[in-house]
């Protein structure tokens, strides 16, 4: 299974720090784990956290842009899956902390 997240902290391109340990932990979830982070940070190209996972950095001005762009970020990816896989699943998750 590949998954796809949408999210927001860029402390996920922080070694050690609390979300980039719980995403190597998601590595053992699916064959592939792509995460869109829709927030501004000095990352600009794909970051792989491991052999499995890649972070998808908006890279945009501003909060609101770079949540447009997750959107449009996050369908290329599903297109890509689905032309290699022929089939298109996808679940929406909601994580609230706090």
């Given amino acids: 299974m590949k998954i796809l997240f949408i999210g927001t902290d860029v402390k996920l391109f922080e070694p050690k720090s609390s979300v980039h340990e719980r995403f190597l932990g998601f590595s053992s979830l699916g064959e592939e784990v792509h995460v869109v982070v829709a927030r501004p ?15 998808h950095p908006t890279s945009k001005n501003g909060r609101f842009s ?3 762009k997750s959107f449009f970020v996050g369908f290329k990816i ?5 032309n290699l896989t022929g089939l298109f699943q996808f ?8």
Avoid: A, C, M, P
């Avoid at 940070?41 to 890649?54: A, G, W």
């Fill in 78 to 82: 599903l297109r890509e899956i689905e």
């Fill in 41 to 55: 940070s000095t990352q600009k190209e794909v970051y792989r956290l491991s052999s499995n996972v890649f972070i």
């Fill in 91 to 98: 679940k929406i998750h909601s994580n609230k902390d706090g």
């Fill in 66 to 68: 770079s949540f447009i």
